[in-house]
T-cell receptor, first 115, second 115 residues
Framework: DTEVTQTPKHLVMGMTNKKSLKCEQH?????MYWYKQKAKKPPELMFV???????INESVPSRFSPECPNSSLLNLHLHALQPEDSALYLC??????????????FGPGTRLTVL | SQQGEEDPQALSIQEGENATMNCSYK?????LQWYRQNSGRGLVHLIL?????REKHSGRLRVTLDTSKKSSSLLITASRAADTASYFC???????????????FGAGTILRVKS
């Protein structure tokens, strides 16, 4: 299985809602990532998990809360979002194996709209 | 801040022609990667070039890297309508976290191949 899957594909939520985005990979990759991408812009890194521990947080607001329950799963919990948080949220994984180049494998993304 | 700048921002060519995209970056890198993104979907890894390599080929793709100028180019030969997509360079900088690589994406080039 060489896929990264993300659910849901689309999500519409109000500013008071709590929702979660899910990401799964079964490639045995030990690093997983969340990116945010606005229209016509490049992806911007939000969080990096490696070996199920948070290793990089790019000063993301606390209304975004990542979680890595196990080596295959990555969640992004959303609470009290703002309309400007509407974007495509991409999950990725990479092998992070010593001696290997770490290209990243991306999921198809969750299109989030905050009303 | 964005590491990579790309030009052109948009490129429109006829099927069968070659397409060249350029990327510049600012800091030292481990490697530079190119990704393709079809409209509103996940990114697909195309090719990776290490900092000690100058040129790399993969099928119809040719990538060059000039670390003295901090620049890279992606050449797609004999383009096809299916090559229509956004193309991003991404620099894999010296590791800042304990694990997991931090890719910084350029602004991207939108390529349109007309049939």
């Amino acid at each position: 299985d060489t896929e990264v899957t993300q659910t849901p594909k689309h999500l519409v939520m109000g500013m008071t809602n709590k929702k979660s985005l899910k990401c799964e990979q079964h490639m045995g990759h030990r690093a997983m990532y969340w990116y945010k991408q606005k229209a016509k812009k490049p992806p911007e890194l939000m969080f990096v998990y490696s070996y199920e521990k948070l290793s990089i947080n790019e000063s993301v607001p606390s209304r975004f809360s990542p979680e890595c329950p196990n080596s295959s799963l990555l969640n992004l919990h959303l609470h009290a979002l703002q309309p400007e948080d509407s974007a495509l949220y991409l999950c990725a994984s990479s092998p992070w194996t010593s001696g290997r180049e770490n290209e990243q494998f991306f999921g198809p993304g969750t299109r989030l709209t905050v009303l | 801040s964005q590491q990579g700048e790309e030009d052109p921002q948009a490129l429109s060519i006829q099927e069968g022609e070659n397409a060249t995209m350029n990327c510049s970056y600012k800091t030292s890198i481990n490697n530079l990667q190119w990704y393709r993104q079809n409209s509103g979907r996940g990114l697909v890894h195309l090719i990776l070039i290490r900092s000690n390599e100058r040129e790399k080929h993969s099928g119809r793709l040719r990538v060059t890297l000039d670390t003295s100028k901090k620049s890279s180019s992606l050449l797609i030969t004999a383009s096809r309508a299916a090559d229509t997509a956004s193309y991003f360079c991404a620099t894999d900088a010296i590791v800042v976290g304990e694990y997991g690589n931090k890719l910084v994406f350029g602004a991207g080039t939108i390529l349109r191949v007309k049939s």
